[in-house]
Every structure is written in structure tokens, then in C-alpha cells.
């Protein structure tokens, strides 16, 4: 592998590491409501089966791209 390849994957390494420097929040001491009711967690939430869907049919679509090339 080149230098500069190295640099480059050490370089998104420590980039990915620096990502999960930060604590996550703590609940409340007291056990109180931390937010509205029954709002999500996240907004990804909400879409989970429509990207549960597009990831799936997405990796088809690259997948017979890739045996199209080949042949």
C-alpha cells in the first residue's frame, strides 16, 4: 500500500474514533419525564421500514449491476 493510502485510512480512522468522544446525556436523577409522551426516540423511528426496504432493494439493484459488468 502507497504512503499516502495509509494516511488516508488513518486519517478516517481517527475521524470515526472522534465521532464517539461524547458522553451520552444522563436520564434524570429524580426518574421524571425526560420529554413529551410518546414521542420517539429518534426520527429514524418513524422510517425504519422504508429503509429496512431500500437497503434491501437497493443491494439487489448494485448486486446485478456488478454481475452485469462481470459478464
Same mark, same amino acid.
Do not use: C, E, W
Given at each position: 500500500? *502507497? #504512503? !499516502?493510502? *495509509?494516511?488516508? +485510512? #488513518?486519517?478516517?480512522?481517527?475521524?470515526?474514533? !472522534?465521532?464517539?468522544?461524547?458522553?451520552?446525556?444522563?436520564?434524570?436523577?429524580?426518574?421524571?419525564? =425526560?420529554? =413529551?409522551?410518546?414521542?420517539?426516540?429518534?426520527?429514524?423511528?418513524?422510517? +425504519?421500514?422504508?429503509?429496512?426496504?431500500?437497503?434491501?432493494? +437497493? =443491494?439487489?439493484?448494485?448486486?446485478? *449491476?456488478?454481475?452485469?459488468?462481470?459478464?
Amino acid at each position: 500500500m *502507497k #504512503l !499516502s493510502n *495509509k494516511f488516508i +485510512l #488513518l486519517a478516517f480512522s481517527l475521524m470515526h474514533f !472522534s465521532m464517539y468522544a461524547a458522553d451520552p446525556p444522563l436520564p434524570p436523577p429524580d426518574g421524571g419525564d =425526560t420529554g =413529551t409522551p410518546g414521542a420517539p426516540s429518534s426520527p429514524i423511528d418513524l422510517y +425504519l421500514y422504508v429503509l429496512i426496504i431500500a437497503a434491501i432493494v +437497493l =443491494t439487489f439493484y448494485f448486486m446485478r *449491476k456488478s454481475n452485469r459488468q462481470i459478464a
